[in-house]
């Protein structure tokens, strides 16, 4: 089983910057997926930034220029640097992580951590 823990979140005003963590524990020897999500009160869950079993990387429009998602090297635990924060950020996210090789079905979800963004 993977497990997921989140760190990091807080509250900041808008213009700041914060960085997640994501902590990860179990067998990555297949490949493993990984990715950041985050949800809004009212809102759907949205993919926030992903890095896939190859390296690839993707983003949501909105967050493009102002996040970046990284990954160390043993590819266990994954980090989200997030500059130029807008109270539109303001959510819980989440870890998430699958095997499967189109970064879908997110099997493993972390308890998520608070970002909360004033104006």
């Known amino acids: 089983q993977v497990q997921l823990v989140e760190s990091g979140g807080g509250s900041v005003q808008a213009g700041g910057s914060l960085r997640l963590s994501c902590a990860s524990s179990?067998?990555?020897?297949?490949?493993?997926?990984m990715a950041w999500f985050r949800q809004a009160p009212g809102k759907e869950r949205e993919r926030v930034a992903s890095?896939?079993?190859?390296?690839?990387?993707s983003y949501e429009s909105s967050i493009w220029g102002r996040f970046t998602v990284s990954q160390d090297n043993a590819k266990n635990n994954l980090y989200l640097q997030m500059n130029s924060l807008e109270p539109e950020d303001t959510a819980k996210y989440y870890c998430?992580?699958?095997?499967?090789?189109?970064?879908?079905?997110?099997?493993?979800w972390g308890q998520g951590t608070r970002v909360t963004v004033s104006s």
């Open positions: 998430a992580a699958t095997y499967s090789t189109t970064c879908t079905n997110f099997d493993y």
């Open positions: 179990g067998y990555f020897g297949v490949g493993i997926c």
């Open positions: 890095i896939d079993t190859e390296g690839r990387i």
